[in-house]
């Protein structure tokens, strides 16, 4: 039998880190006890390990009692690492030994999940540098911020390389805990568990519930004007070279600056400025896909259709279709 070590973190809890724990632990629970009842050995001891007798989530709403404290578990297999309180400041010193844990445990041969916000204190043990991960979209400058080296991957529902899994963010770590019962189980126990639960299996992207702000906390003055220039102007035809020439600067040095302030190019900043807006009128109005590709500033259906879709993993009539209320409610008295 395999060993399943779920951690408590004992700094920046939240009711999302009591989420993920109490998930976890149920989901693979049943998938062991799916297999009891067909004679077959348990994959997982399930065990939760923690550093405190019993830190307090969310101001003390919830307290989390460890089974043991994670010095006893001298080898497990997999370590599961919930959510957190994004508001990180110190990578070396907060939950600094949960860290070091993870970092021995991962040397001797067992594989890491983070689920959210987790992958904060999964960066700080340096093993995600150069890898790909994902993380709610909420949270991706954070990261990106504190951890440069990191892959930020925030499109992406899962990741999954070198025996290192991390996810988007809210509740879609139960599409990561289904992943992982697939792995280590088999698709059917996997299935099984999103029919009891009632979670959508095999969804791949979080791009669909992505809200674009546009990073702003890097501290460039032009990057920022240039940032407030777009999202006022974004209807019009604006191009690179326009905004160079209206904030004195180089094409090249600009492209630079832009791309290290705000993780995109100008560009691509642009599109998603447009697509926002696109995806804020096709939730809330009546608008055709044709209205509303014109008001955002497109004259080419396929080329808005192809970007919108790049962007939220859907195209804009499927996107339309879940979240406007007006054509849900067609749909349903269609049906």
């Given amino acids: 039998m395999k ?15 009591f989420a993920c724990i109490v998930g976890a632990y149920d ?12 004679g077959r050995q348990q994959v997982f001891k399930v065990n939760l390990a923690g550093v405190s007798p019993q830190p307090e989530v969310d101001k003390g709403i919830v307290a989390i009692k460890p089974e043991t404290h ?12 919930p959510a957190i309180n994004p508001n990180f400041i110190d990578p070396h010193n907060e939950n600094a030994e949960l ?15 983070s689920m959210c916000s987790g992958a904060l204190i999964l960066a700080s043990t ?13 949270t991706a400058d954070r990261l990106r911020e504190l951890f440069p080296k990191v892959i930020v991957k925030s499109e992406q529902l899962i990741t999954d390389a070198n025996g290192i899994y991390t996810n988007g963010g809210g509740y879609s770590f139960l599409n990561l805990i289904l992943y992982l019962i697939e792995k280590y189980y088999d698709r059917e126990t996997a299935i099984y568990c999103s029919k009891v639960y009632q979670i959508e299996i095999d969804r791949q992207r979080q791009s669909a519930f992505t809200i674009f702000t546009g990073q702003k906390s890097h501290g460039d003055e032009l990057v920022m004007k240039a940032q407030h220039f777009i999202e006022q102007n974004f209807q019009e035809k604006i191009t690179v070279q326009n905004l160079s020439e209206k904030f004195a600067v180089g094409r090249r040095n600009f492209d630079r600056r ?12 642009l ?11 096709l939730e809330t109005t009546r608008k055709t896909i044709n209205e509303v590709m014109y008001e955002v500033g ?21 996107y339309k279709g879940k979240y406007n209320k007006e054509a849900q409610k067609a749909y349903y008295q269609d049906n």
């Avoid at 860290?99 to 999940?113: L, M, P, S």
């Avoid at 400025?273 to 804020?280: F, G, L, P, Q, R």
């Fill in 27 to 38: 989901i693979f629970k049943r998938a062991n006890e799916l297999w009891a009842s067909k």
């Fill in 271 to 281: 599109q998603r400025v447009k697509i926002e807006s696109a995806k804020k009128s």
């Fill in 3 to 17: 060993h399943l070590t779920i951690l408590v973190p004992d700094a920046h809890t939240s009711l999302n880190t």
């Fill in 258 to 269: 832009f791309i290290k302030a705000t993780g995109n190019t100008p560009v691509e900043y």
């Fill in 70 to 81: 994670i010095s006893a578990v001298r080898k497990t297999n997999l370590i599961v690492i």
């Fill in 99 to 113: 860290v070091q844990w993870i970092r021995q445990q991962y040397k001797g041969g067992a594989e890491v999940a």
């Fill in 298 to 318: 497109y004259s080419d259906v396929k080329a808005f259709r192809e970007v919108f879709r790049k962007i939220t993993g859907m195209s804009p009539l499927e």
């Fill in 126 to 138: 340096g093993l995600l540098d150069g890898q790909s991960c994902s993380i709610h979209w909420n």
